[in-house]
């Protein structure tokens, strides 16, 4: 309960500091999305949402960064929607979108009912954030259907790696946050290595990845949570284990980008490991790693050719 009452403390404080301008620019064009038209409540509406799913605390000197986020993120949906309209015969399961709303109100800390609680207290629709969902599963579907005769996944790999791990005395599951950079030359990793590091130096992990991470973990400012190590590939995990805590990894090339790993933190978990429940859940792993940079590249090429208009 004392959590359900900070949120909605922390957007009543948002609604009232906006309160009149809401009011007066309401209906004013605020931007066009290829040919869709986003009005300055849109924008307002974003804003909310975020605050709420990312438990955010509002201030005056987080406005533009907030208006920044949102209007990031009003582009890209516009972006993916515009591409799924192109597809009459996309489809997902109904069960999926009820499963990822009961995800974003566990993660806000709340149920599913509260959740839409809070929406209504904050004259927020939530019918919103349900079409921001169903938008993410009409994607992924086009996505699978578009990119699934290009996953590859070694399974004798797999194997392997799993029979050794049964040897392995203990095993250990690791606390995670990632950043994940648009590819670059060979020659230029070293460089953008230093700089993305200077940048973390400079403004903190959790800001660069909210801010420059290309990867969907940057609305939670690359949180990944924790991962068992008998989840993941054999690189990935050399990676991770050789990285000291709170370090952040050395850089790892992926299909179409480039990831860096900070490691908050390390437990040892009881080892239970069932052979095939476990290959399972890796190879799953790995196919929507691979999906996810094929998301990642499907979705930088057709920003490209999306024109958006500012009106101020």
């Known amino acids: 309960m004392i959590k359900i009452k900070k949120i909605f403390f922390l957007m009543l404080l948002f609604l009232i500091l906006n309160k009149n301008v809401e009011a007066e620019i309401k209906d004013f064009l605020y931007m066009i999305v290829g040919t869709e038209a986003i009005t300055q409540s849109d924008v307002i509406n974003e804003i909310k949402i975020i ?7 509002y201030s005056v000197s987080k406005r533009d960064k907030l208006q920044e986020e949102a209007v990031r993120s009003i582009i890209e949906r516009s972006t993916k929607q515009n591409e799924i309209k192109r597809y009459n015969l996309l489809e997902y399961n109904p069960e999926d979108l009820e499963n990822r709303l009961k995800v974003l109100a566990a993660e806000v800390g709340v149920d599913l009912e509260t959740l839409k609680n809070i929406c209504e207290s904050n004259e927020l629709d939530f019918s919103l954030i349900e079409n921001h969902i169903k938008t993410e599963l009409y994607w992924n579907s086009l996505i699978y259907i578009l990119y699934k005769d290009r996953i590859l996944i070694n399974e004798d790999e797999i194997n ?32 953008a290595a230093r700089n993305l590091n200077d940048q973390i130096m400079n403004e903190g992990f959790e800001n660069v990845a909210k801010n420059l991470s290309i990867s969907k973990s940057s609305m939670n400012e690359g949180d990944l949570g924790w991962l068992d190590e008998n989840t993941i590939s054999r690189e990935l995990k050399s990676i991770i284990s050789n990285t000291v805590l709170g370090d952040v990894s050395k850089p790892m090339i992926l299909p179409n980008g480039i990831v860096f790993f900070k490691i908050r933190d390390k437990r040892k978990i009881e080892k239970k490991i069932n052979l095939e429940d476990a290959k399972k859940e890796i190879i799953y792993s790995e196919k929507l790693k691979i999906l996810n940079m094929y998301s990642i590249s499907h979705y930088n090429n057709l920003k490209k050719t999306v024109t958006v208009k500012f009106f101020k």
């Open 51 to 57: 605050l709420v799913l990312t438990k955010q605390n």
């Open 160 to 191: 392997e790696e799993f029979i050794l791990s049964k040897k392995k005395p203990d095993t250990y599951e690791y606390l995670i946050s990632e950043i994940v950079i648009p590819p670059v030359e060979e020659d230029k990793l070293d460089e």
